[in-house]
T-cell receptor, first 112, second 113 residues
Framework: GENVEQHPSTLSVQEGDSAVIKCTYS??????FPWYKQELGKRPQLIID?????GEKKDQRIAVTLNKTAKHFSLHITETQPEDSAVYFC???????????FGIGTKLQVIP | SAVISQKPSRDICQRGTSLTIQCQVD?????MFWYRQQPGQSLTLIAT?????????ESGFVIDKFPISRPNLTFSTLTVSNMSPEDSSIYLC??????????FGQGTRLTVV
């Protein structure tokens, strides 16, 4: 089955700096890579996703890159703000209603 | 998108008892998924529930411990049976309404004492 590895497990940045979270996956059949943000006590919320036919996707301060050959994908948050503090999960899926496998999560702390 | 109503939102249960968690979706969905999130951990898939057939369980999870019902395309239940303190977790249902992102219910925070 799919195995998703994520690092770092914790990340502290100064407000305004950039944050990068990296993930690798093992199943070459995976073609859908969502990123979720989970604030304390709340459900995971999708913040951005990318499919395997795209190398990069950007949405305001958030961007995701995918290297399908190397089987890794990354989340980039620029100009970080205190409200970006949360746990971020990367995930992978083969699509077609297949299950989603999650990474271990990265606890991001943005220091004002 | 999909709106998912999950209940109860939290419960404190005695060991040896069972709790049934309900998940209601505002539209028909093919697949419903049940996840467990232990404190400070990631989401681990328990099982996939299809309407009209038995749920498919992931390694480490068995039907006797986590029976699942899926009576129609908008509803599912997960029962945590014969609970022990190790079952204390957040349980989340999830749907994939159109082969896009997975939407989550608000979760059920279970504490077993």
């Amino acid at each position: 089955g799919e195995n998703v590895e994520q690092h770092p497990s914790t990340l502290s940045v100064q407000e305004g700096d950039s944050a990068v979270i990296k993930c690798t996956y093992s199943d070459s059949a995976s073609n859908y890579f969502p990123w979720y943000k989970q604030e304390l006590g709340k459900r995971p919320q999708l913040i951005i996703d990318i499919r395997s036919n795209v190398g990069e996707k950007k949405d305001q301060r958030i961007a995701v890159t995918l290297n399908k050959t190397a089987k890794h994908f990354s989340l980039h948050i620029t100009e970080t703000q205190p409200e970006d503090s949360a746990v971020y999960f990367c995930a992978a899926s083969a699509g077609g209603y297949q299950k989603v496998t999650f990474g271990i999560g990265t606890k991001l702390q943005v220091i004002p | 998108s999909a709106v998912i109503s999950q209940k109860p939102s939290r419960d404190i249960c005695q060991r040896g008892t069972s709790l049934t968690i309900q998940c209601q979706v505002d539209s028909q969905v093919t697949m419903m998924f049940w996840y467990r999130q232990q404190p400070g951990q990631s989401l681990t898939l328990i099982a996939t529930a299809n309407q009209g057939s038995e749920a498919t369980y992931e390694s480490g999870f068995v039907i006797d411990k986590f029976p699942i019902s899926r009576p129609n395309l908008t509803f599912s239940t997960l029962t945590v049976s014969n609970m022990s303190p190790e079952d204390s977790s957040i349980y989340l249902c999830s749907v994939d309404p159109g082969n896009t992102e997975a939407f989550f219910g608000q979760g059920t925070r279970l504490t077993v004492v």
